[in-house]
């Protein structure tokens, strides 16, 4: 057993000095059946513990069950995002498998797009957030409180208002996502989770969290999903005499989860898709946890105190008081993608990007310039129409890989090789420890 640990320490030690801890780190710990997965995160997805899946592929992929960890995908939904391509073939193109090619992001007074020509922002500019710097490749963008971010070529790039910072992006590696609140900023990098602006409610005080792959941020907290389940912190703040007397109503209370795949928080509310099913807590005042019933729903978001969830029929909105008509969805052809504002709400369908709630500053004032019509695949028939009809817009097939990009995957890829290699010594060396335990190694 020293003989076995001493090991364990070398490895780590290896993997430190790659500058790979933060990820490989995880591959070593809580890992029973020793197949590179973190064992809480195999049973968060009906993995089998004590069994050594890590080549199996549960969804069809094409993606192992170890990629699938390492990519922060879901190991048993092929299309991670749901935005109509599998997590394989997004890698394989250097498109990101956990963000959706085209969305949408609603914030206090103004919104936000990521569509064919890049991003487009709208609605009220008193703090110049809707003055976009130059971009080359944004993949994400999100509208917060007078404020703005994308993750644009791995970097993270913010504008608009920095009344508490949030515009001071620290020093990232990796960034893959970004969730933004009404003055706080955070980022998943590289197996952990970078927080700074706001900390009024220790919203920067991230707990220790174990490969997260989801973050929503709340205005009194934020919860993340990661291989503990849902953590949630933040409500440190004990000056009542603010307006939200009663600030904890219960929005951190996680109940008990079995497999969380999407999350979002409010101002007192959390929610989470788990085992197809929307479960909420925290504020039941406005009606917030009369959950309508949902069929197989896809996404779900939060604004103020309304909520919206996407699902196989279409979308529905419950909570808030509805004084803008935040609850009054449109007829929406398709819908594909939702997001939830302060008081207003917005969609991407086939008809492009559709808003309805509070109009304040022109917030649900779309411009009409917004397309959703590339042909990435140069086959002639537009991405929105290849989505609608079910066929891949990449059209993917092993003679044309060379015609894109692979550097999104190319790091992860490598990454698990390094820690394959890592894995493999510390199991041949404890195989060699056991099949002649009294010789010296």
Not at 134 to 146: D, H, K, M, R
Request: proline content about 4%; hydrophobic content about 35%; aromatic content about 8%.
């Amino acid at each position: 057993m020293i003989m076995q640990n001493k090991i364990n320490k070398f490895i780590v030690s290896l993997i430190a000095s790659s500058g790979m801890f933060l990820l490989c780190n995880s591959l070593l710990a809580s890992d029973v059946d020793e197949d590179g997965m973190d064992d809480r995160w195999e049973e968060q997805y009906g993995l089998v513990v004590g069994q050594d899946d890590s080549l199996d592929d549960n969804d069809n992929d094409d993606l192992a069950n170890i990629d699938e960890y390492i990519n922060l995908t879901l190991p048993n939904i092929s299309d991670s995002d749901r935005d109509g391509v599998s997590d394989n073939d997004e890698i394989k193109h250097n498109l990101s498998p956990t963000i959706a090619r085209y969305h949408v992001s609603t914030g206090s007074f103004h919104s936000c797009a990521l569509y064919d020509s890049g991003v487009s922002c709208w609605g009220s500019n008193n703090l110049g957030q809707l003055n976009l710097p130059n971009l080359s490749n944004p993949i994400q963008v999100a509208a917060g409180l007078g404020f703005t971010c994308v993750i644009d070529n791995s970097k993270v790039k913010c504008w608009g208002s920095n009344r508490y910072g949030q515009l001071d992006v620290p020093k990232l590696s990796h960034p893959r996502s970004i969730a933004v609140g009404g003055g706080t900023v955070c980022t998943i990098d590289t197996g952990e989770v970078k927080c700074w602006g706001n900390n009024s409610d220790g919203l920067l005080n991230v707990p220790p969290l174990s490969n997260p792959r989801k973050i929503s941020i709340g205005e009194l907290h934020a919860c993340a999903i990661s291989d503990e389940g849902v953590s949630c912190w933040g409500l440190e703040n004990n000056d009542y005499s603010d307006p939200f007397a009663n600030r904890d109503r219960g929005q951190m209370n996680v109940p008990v989860l079995e497999s969380p795949t999407q999350l979002v928080t409010s101002f007192f509310n959390t929610c989470v898709i788990d085992n197809s099913e929307v479960i909420c807590w925290g504020s039941n005042l406005l009606g917030e946890l009369e959950i309508p019933t949902l069929m197989n729903p896809q996404q779900i978001v939060a604004g103020r105190s309304h909520l919206c969830a996407l699902d196989e029929v279409g979308v529905f909105c419950w909570g808030g008081d509805n004084q803008h008509g935040e609850l009054d969805v449109p007829p929406l052809d398709n819908p594909k993608y939702i997001s939830a504002g302060f008081q207003n709400s917005c969609a991407i369908d086939d008809a492009g990007v559709v808003c309805w709630g509070a109009n304040d500053e022109g917030v649900t004032l779309i411009p009409d310039k917004l397309t959703f019509f590339s042909d990435f695949d140069g086959d002639g028939i537009t991405d929105q129409e290849e989505l609608k009809n079910g066929t891949n817009w990449l059209s993917f097939n092993k003679d044309d890989s060379s015609k894109h990009s692979t550097l999104f995957g190319a790091l992860d890829y490598s990454i698990l090789v390094v820690c394959f290699i890592m894995l493999s010594i510390r199991r041949y060396i404890s195989l060699l420890i056991n099949v002649a335990p009294n010789k010296r190694v």
